[in-house]
Nanobody, 115 residues
Framework: QAQLVESGGGLVQPGGSLRLSCAAS????????MGWYRQAPGEPREFVAD???????DYADSVKGRFTISRDNAKNTVYLQMNSLKPEDTAVYYC?????????WGQGTQVTVSS
């Protein structure tokens, strides 16, 4: 069955760190770009970061210098290391995987930044 399994969300204090992971199941083939989006309450879903199979990365301006995206192509897994977290980073984070034929979304993982 084709699915994305996310993990790593939680509650963290401002200035803290979290690492998100997203693993693509065996049912997903020919993976191209992998990335992360987020959606805060009452807001539209927004781009956070993505990474190509060759390792080229792109980031939203709001997270540049604080977040790092990486991937393990052998494991079909993408990671998001989030440092210096701010309350405005609070959102549900969604993994996104683009293949040559389809696009997949994870179920979402909650990240809450609060003291």
């Amino acid at each position: 069955q084709a699915q994305l399994v996310e993990s790593g969300g939680g509650l963290v204090q401002p200035g803290g760190s979290l690492r998100l992971s997203c693993a693509a199941s065996r049912g997903i083939f020919d993976i191209d770009t992998m990335g992360w989006y987020r959606q805060a309450p009452g807001e539209p879903r927004e781009f956070v970061a993505d990474i190509t199979p060759g390792g080229n990365t792109d980031y939203a301006d709001s997270v540049k210098g604080r977040f790092t995206i990486s991937r393990d192509n052998a494991k079909n897994t993408v990671y998001l290391q989030m440092n210096s977290l701010k309350p405005e980073d609070t959102a549900v984070y969604y993994c996104h995987v683009q293949t040559y034929l389809n696009a997949y979304w994870g179920q979402g993982t909650q990240v809450t930044v609060s003291s």
